[in-house]
Structures are given as structure tokens and as C-alpha cells.
RNA sequence: GGGCCGGUAGCUCAAUUGGUCAGAGCAGCGGACUCAUAAUCCGUCAGAUCCAGGUUCGAGUCCUGGCCGGCCUACCA
């Protein structure tokens, strides 16, 4: 089954940040998933590489908007890398063969009769050369930037007849209650549906730096029509030799809150104007918050994710974004809660739970895992957990599947504690027990400890396959994630997953 | 102004359609054990579940009214 997993494009023209690194995770964990599960993924990232700020910061360095693209969007494409992002395809939106597509889909929606031209009227700045939204307008109808007063401008524009999907898209979040997760984001958006939609301009004739409107060439496409539509020329030509869109439409989408409006009632709506299935579903998440305050780098505790990456590796990061806030609300994250959740969780509950486990085969059996059936008790706590799991990723509660495997981490700690194994070991060589019941818990603990690195991979793809190659089980088949369908392996040495003299310095 | 969401142990948060739901993790304190990365496990502590009314046999869980906080309220991307 083909499936599609996007994160949003990224507007060149910052420098990749933690919020990128979060969103390019999330959706790698639902796209290592959905591959355990056998689905044929296609996952998405890219840059949005068109509009204003661009050509200006081009134009302001003497380059044109294309060097400075070429420039910036390798940057993004190289964070992917220490991330350990699995991404099938980056997109850029310079890229011909996605304007091309752009042009053939809008031109779709004009012959569908949702596009016509007119005025668009507002408060425009003669020196930002641009129109200024209400919010941005500042005392007296002046200019935020320049002070200036603002004049009232007509531009001759092409309008995308928003208004006529009111009715279809209330229907939409009527039908599918869950489409957009969570929920607050979901009443945030019909609320605004609600409320009435007006039509929004399609294309630009102020600037050039865009994908020309076929039918208008002194027009450009407004950058937001030509941004979204990535998630769907990109299958075009995104794996090379095959042409995707059947397959694998409609897509999942990982956005953060403050680009809902665009992804929950613009681009359904668009989508609806040509006759194109809207997408299965959009989880937003919140922002990551620095000691309570939006990022920024006054305070000495940034978390700069490339650097914690280099310390901690690329799993830790991963597993602690997402543990510890989660996903869809706002969430604080520091260097010290990094740290600490990489000792008390990734070193000491997981971690330590496979040294210990490998560690009492070695010794008791010469690293022999008995092939015998695992402890019934333990067998029934597994029991439907990887449906579990599934399902919750399904439905976008990332964090919630995680908690559900990292409670089963926890019991394997605590089944080792409750039948101590050291001393079944010492009964056994008093003979005054057979070698069953030693031969029971070490099974169940490898097996617990495969089925545990099975789940876990999408969060910690690098660890677990250490660990599932140290117990000769490297299989990720989702079929696997069951306990008690894996083999009883020989059990080889395991260095310590999360050792825990880094970041001390 | 209108709308949405939240306000539960020191901290971060859970509690299906109202009925052992007052919980977990972290932090603190005490103890046990030795397989393991001085790891793990157990016990313990605390909370009129923001306030005031109301519905009900029974309400964090529903209704009304407040208080506090966050967010949205249209074309920067």
C-alpha cells in the first residue's frame, strides 16, 4: 500500500532550526513505521524556495533569487543527515518539473471555473513595496517598518474562488471528525471555516520570483499555492522512473500550528476545485518552548538540535523531542532535560535493560538464548501491543504510542527484579531446581528486549539495530513486533546503547 | 468584542460514553538486591481535581456564573 508522509517545505531563507529538526522527525518516525509495516512510503521534505523575502534578500546581495536558493535550500537538505531523516525524495520548488505541474494543476482549477480576476484592494507601503495585513498596520495607517503613511492600492489579481467550498469543507470536518489532530487545532480551523470564507488571491504582479501563471505571464503564482502543492507534483517525479500520484494520494502531513489555516481550509479547498481527494490527514504539532519562552538565543539554554545531535547522537534527540512534549501541544525542552531523560530513560530503563539481559545469557547459558516459550504473565502484558502502537500512530498520538512501549520497558526491568535470575541460578547449581525456570526468564527477557528495539526503531533507528544485531535478530518486520515471534538467538556482546560519560563536559 | 482550549500531587502530565479515578513519571525520603551503563526494584510523602452555585443515587468528568493562562479571529512565509 502506498503511503505518503510529508513535513512542511522549508522557507529557505532562515537557517534550519530545532522546529524544522522536529517536524522532519515526526514525520520520519510515522515513515519508519508505516515501512516496518510493509506500506511502499514515499516521505517527503523539501524547500519552499519562491516569494518576496527571497528575491529581496537576493536582491539585496547583488545575486538573483536562483543563486541564493541554491545557496541556502543544501542546508536544509543536510540536516536531514545527522537526524538520521529517512526521506525518499527532498523537493525543491524552483525545481522545472514541479512548476510545470503547478501550472498544469492550477490550470486545472481555472477550467473548473474556481479562478477569476479582480481587484485585490488594501493598505500597501510604497517603500516595502507590499501590501500590509490588518495586524501588521500600525497607528494612523503608517508603515510598521518604514513609519510612513500607508496608501490605499489596488493590485489587478487572479482570485481562487475560496468562497465556494464553504459548505463542502464544513462537510468534510463534519464527516471526518479526526482529520485534522488534535482536536483544538481541528475547532480552530471550522471555527474560521464557520466564520465565513472570503476569496483569496491567487497570483502576484508585483514580483516575478515565482511560477509564472500560464495564462497571464506577467502574474506569479502567491508563493502559498505554488508551496502546497509539492506534496503533490513531488510524486510525479520524486521516485524516479515511477509516477506516484495514484498510488500513494492522499498524503499525511505533518505541519506545525502556525501554517494551519493553509493546510486545513486552503489547500482541501483547492484540491476540492480540481476534482483531487483531499489528504488523509494533517497532524499539527505545537511549538517546542525554551524555559517557557519561544526559542531564542538570549538565554544560555538554547537547544540547538545539531549540537545536542553530535553529543548525545541522533537517537536521543529524536526519542526526547517527542517524549517529552507532546505531540500537538506546546512543550518546553532544554539541554538538561535532554540530559536527564538519556539517563534515566534511554541509558538506565532501556539501555541497561539489554546489557543485563545479553549479559545473563552470556553468563548462565554461554550466550545460548533457551528455546523455550516465554512466561506466559509476560506474554499477556504484550499482548495487542503492537496494534496498539499502530493505532495510535495512526491517529497522530506519537507520543501516547511511545509511553505504551516504554511501559513495557519498565515491566521487563521489573520481571527481572521479581525472578531474580541470579539466584535461580544458584538453585540450579545446588540442584534444587531444574533449569526451566532460568531457561523461562532469560528467553522471555531477549525476546522482551527484540520485541522492545522492534517497536522502539522509528524513534531510535540507529540503537535498535545495534541491539537487534547483537541478538542476531535484525528482522524490522512489523510482524516481528509481537512477543514471542522471534527466534531464541545466540546472544553476542553489546556495548552500552546510551553510555552515559557524554555531555558532562 | 467573538470563538477554541486548558487550569489535577513540588515539577510534567493521565484519567473510555458521569460510577473504586483521585493516578503515572520525575524530584524528595526510607529500604531491598547484585544480572547490569553505582544500573534496577519496593515502600513512602503529599493533592478541599481554580472559585461559587446547580443537575444526579453518584461529577476532574455535565449545566450556569466568575477568576487565571494560552491560542485563533484571512492573503509575511
Redesign the pocket.
Known amino acids: 500500500m502506498g503511503y505518503e508522509i510529508t513535513t512542511p517545505i522549508f522557507?529557505v531563507?532562515a537557517a534550519p532550526h530545532l522546529g524544522h529538526a522536529y517536524s522532519t522527525i515526526v514525520a520520519d518516525v510515522l515513515a519508519r513505521h508505516h515501512r516496518q509495516r510493509g506500506d511502499d512510503v514515499f516521505f517527503l521534505t523539501g524547500t519552499?524556495e519562491h516569494?518576496?523575502?527571497v528575491a529581496n534578500v537576493a536582491a539585496d546581495r547583488g545575486i538573483t533569487p536562483q543563486q541564493l536558493v541554491d545557496e541556502n535550500a543544501p542546508k536544509f537538505e543536510a540536516m536531514g543527515g545527522p537526524l538520521e531523516a529517512s526521506n525518499d525524495f527532498f523537493i525543491r520548488t524552483s525545481d522545472e518539473r514541479h512548476k510545470a505541474a503547478v501550472q498544469e494543476f492550477l490550470t486545472l482549477v481555472k477550467d473548473n471555473g474556481y479562478v477569476y480576476e479582480g481587484d485585490?484592494e488594501g493598505w500597501y507601503c510604497p517603500k516595502c513595496a507590499d501590501?500590509k495585513?490588518?495586524?501588521e498596520i500600525a497607528e494612523g495607517n503608517t508603515c510598521p517598518i518604514h513609519g510612513i503613511p500607508l496608501i490605499r492600492e489596488k493590485e489587478r489579481n487572479w482570485f481562487f474562488r475560496?468562497s465556494a467550498f464553504q459548505e463542502q469543507l464544513e462537510q468534510l470536518y463534519a464527516e471526518r471528525p479526526d482529520w485534522v489532530v488534535p482536536?483544538?487545532r481541528r475547532?480552530?480551523a471550522l471555527?474560521?471555516i464557520r466564520?465565513?470564507?472570503?476569496d483569496?488571491?491567487l497570483s502576484r504582479n508585483a514580483i516575478s520570483w515565482g511560477v509564472t501563471v500560464p495564462w497571464d505571464p506577467e502574474h506569479v503564482f502567491?508563493?502559498?499555492w505554488d508551496?502546497l502543492l509539492n506534496y503533490r507534483t513531488a510524486l510525479r517525479f520524486g521516485r524516479p522512473g515511477h509516477d506516484l500520484t495514484d498510488s500513494h494520494w492522499p498524503p499525511v502531513h505533518v505541519i506545525g500550528k502556525?501554517?494551519l489555516?493553509f493546510h486545513t481550509i486552503y489547500w482541501p479547498a483547492l484540491l476540492m476545485a480540481a476534482g483531487v481527494e483531499v489528504p488523509e490527514k494533517v497532524l499539527v504539532g505545537g511549538f517546542l518552548l525554551v524555559d517557557g519562552a519561544k526559542m531564542s538565543k538570549s538565554k544560555g539554554n538554547v537547544l540547538d538540535p545539531f549540537e545536542a545531535v553530535e553529543t548525545f547522537g541522533a537517537d536521543a534527540v529524536r526519542f526526547y523531542l517527542l517524549r517529552e512534549v507532546?505531540f500537538g501541544?506546546?512543550?518546553s525542552v532544554s539541554l538538561d532535560g535532554l540530559r536527564?531523560r538519556y539517563e534515566?530513560e534511554l541509558?538506565?530503563?532501556f539501555?541497561?535493560l539489554?546489557?543485563?539481559s545479553l549479559?545473563?545469557v552470556r553468563?548462565y547459558r554461554d550466550g545460548q538464548t533457551p528455546d523455550v516459550a516465554v512466561d506466559p504473565a509476560i506474554g499477556a502484558e504484550f499482548e495487542g501491543l503492537p496494534g496498539e502502537v499502530a493505532r495510535l500512530l495512526d491517529g497522530g498520538q506519537i507520543s501516547q504510542a511511545l509511553d505504551a512501549v516504554w511501559q513495557r520497558v519498565?515491566r521487563l526491568?521489573?520481571y527481572?527484579?521479581e525472578q531474580?535470575?541470579?539466584t535461580l541460578a544458584k538453585a540450579e547449581k545446588a540442584e534444587s531446581a531444574s533449569r526451566a525456570d532460568l531457561d523461562r526468564v532469560l528467553r522471555t527477557l531477549v525476546e522482551g528486549v527484540r520485541a522492545t528495539a522492534v517497536l522502539l526503531h522509528p524513534w531510535l533507528p540507529a540503537s535498535t539495530e545495534k541491539l537487534l544485531a547483537a541478538i542476531g535478530c535484525p528482522d524490522l518486520d512489523w510482524s516481528g513486533a509481537a512477543l514471542g515471534a522471534g527466534p531464541a538467538p545466540a546472544v553476542g556482546e553489546l556495548e552500552?546503547?546510551?553510555?552515559?560519560d557524554v555531555g558532562d563536559a
Open positions: 522557507y531563507n519552499d516569494g518576496e523575502p485585490y501590501f495585513t490588518e495586524s475560496l482536536a483544538v475547532n480552530e471555527a474560521f466564520n465565513g470564507l472570503q483569496v488571491s502567491y508563493v502559498w508551496a502556525d501554517i489555516k507532546s501541544s506546546d512543550g536527564s534515566t541509558a538506565n530503563d539501555g541497561n539489554a546489557s543485563r549479559a545473563m553468563r519498565r526491568n521489573r527481572v527484579e531474580a535470575p541470579w552500552p546503547l546510551f553510555p552515559k
